[in-house]
């Protein structure tokens, strides 16, 4: 486990939404049944349009259904959306809701607060009302209730919620260990000779304000936001593919 990680936590957790990625997978099965058959009979410019056809379905799949899901680890949440990364460290991480899809508050390298909202994970409002009535049918069990008016984004944003509170504390534990461990040290170059001392003094003063500035600048411990190439090449790619079969065979 990475120091600094939330206790307990020694992998990663996933959360993305099965009927997309089920969706996903079906088309590009689809898809790869019919480039086969395209390749075996094909062989006019309607089989060349085709095949672009189910390429930029192809990419549109990976993008919407295969790619998108939120991502905990040791190192803090990354939000993977159809073309964009947000990547969060706990220690930028300030707060996480689901009033309708997941939302994440975090500090951006600039200082300023910023929201990342996931592709995944969205809640729509008959979803919300339809939950609402299974926790009002439910029995007469405050547990039970509490339970049936979850929905899959309200308990991702509360097992977010719990780890970041998980390295929060073990961060206040770290950091109180370490202070307890260099009180000793000080205390004994205190004993020393007077310029001693103060060469002691100024180090510890270093060193603290290389801590501070280490928590509160660069972009490892700052929230950033990254454009995902792979998936930008997955939708234009085809696009061109698309566009350039169509002129040539209208042209032609």
Request: with cysteine; net charge positive.
């Amino acid at each position: 486990m990475a120091l600094g990680a939330p206790a307990g936590m020694t992998g990663k957790r996933v959360f993305r939404s099965t009927a997309a990625r089920v969706s996903g997978w079906a088309w590009l099965v689809f898809a790869a049944v019919n480039m086969v058959d395209l390749a075996m009979r094909g062989r006019d410019s309607a089989a060349l349009i085709a095949a672009a056809v189910l390429l930029l379905g192809c990419g549109i799949a990976y993008v919407i259904g295969l790619r998108p899901c939120v991502v905990a680890d040791e190192t803090g949440v990354r939000v993977h959306n159809p073309l964009r990364d947000i990547v969060v460290p706990w220690s930028a991480l300030e707060k996480i809701a689901a009033p309708g899809s997941l939302r994440i508050t975090y500090t951006g390298s600039d200082g300023e607060r910023h929201e990342a909202r996931s592709w995944v994970l969205q809640t729509s409002p008959r979803e919300r009302a339809k939950a609402e009535r299974r926790a009002a049918r439910s029995p007469e069990d405050d547990i039970a209730r509490y339970v049936m008016n979850r929905t899959p984004a309200d308990f991702a944003a509360e097992q977010l919620t719990e780890l970041a509170e998980a390295h929060r504390r073990t961060s206040k534990a770290s950091t109180g260990a370490a202070q307890a461990g260099a009180a000793p040290t000080g205390a004994a170059d205190t004993g020393g000779s007077g310029g001693q001392s103060g060469a002691g003094a100024a180090d510890t003063g270093r060193t603290g304000g290389t801590g501070a500035a280490g928590s509160g600048s660069g972009d490892e411990s700052a929230g950033r936001v990254n454009w995902w190439p792979p998936a930008v090449v997955a939708l234009v790619g085809p696009t061109l593919l698309l566009i350039g079969v169509v002129l040539a065979v209208t042209l032609r």
